[in-house]
């Protein structure tokens, strides 16, 4: 069973794009992110977000949680669509649970993705020891190549959303 992953830089718009998808293909949607946040919850009896949690438990235990997310929703029986927290496809556990299915990356140009993850504040992935405009080039380039890596097809999405969900339906058909 092959799922339908998307990959891709944070605020590129993965969930965005994954649930319109999903809704028209009608196949569940899993944003591996809310995953994350539904096992933390679980095991520590608090309810935080992404942010939160990797802020609290440090970004190695927070990708340790994030690929046990990843491996339950590897198992679902039906075909799903699956987007990734941008650090997701980092860890070589990871690469090596997706690289069997579809692979789509999604990306938008740099300085839009930038602005739109500053609006929420500096993201806990972002070194403390630099500007967070110099963390976020040096990640973008790290993670490009890990991405480029990994893609079976690669979306630009600075235009519609509507535009972008038809671009990825007529390339998986």
Same mark, same amino acid.
């Given at each position: 069973m092959k799922h339908l992953i998307l990959i891709g830089y944070k605020s590129v718009g993965k969930s965005a794009i994954g649930r319109e998808l999903a809704h028209e293909a009608k196949m569940q949607f899993i944003d591996l992110d809310e995953e994350v946040e539904k096992i933390y919850?679980? %095991?520590? !009896?608090?309810?935080?977000?992404?942010? +939160? #949690?990797?802020?609290? #438990? !440090? +970004?190695?235990?927070?990708? @340790?949680? %994030?690929h046990k997310a990843l491996k339950i929703a590897l198992q679902n029986t039906s075909r799903c669509v699956i987007s990734l927290g941008g650090g997701t496809p980092l860890l070589v556990n990871n690469k090596t649970l997706i690289k069997d299915h579809t692979v789509v990356q999604i990306t938008a140009p740099k300085n839009i993705v930038f602005e739109r993850i500053m609006i929420n504040g500096k993201p806990a992935f972002f070194s403390d020891d630099e500007h967070p405009l110099m963390s976020f080039n040096r990640t973008w380039d790290d993670r490009a190549m890990v991405y480029d890596a990994l893609t079976s097809i690669k979306i630009d999405n600075s235009g519609s959303l509507? @535009?972008?969900? /038809? #671009? #990825? /339906?007529?390339k998986i058909n």
């Open positions: 919850k679980k %095991e520590h !009896g608090v309810a935080r977000n992404c942010r +939160q #949690i990797m802020l609290t #438990i !440090g +970004q190695d235990a927070f990708r @340790e949680l %994030e509507d @535009e972008a969900v /038809r #671009i #990825i /339906r007529e």
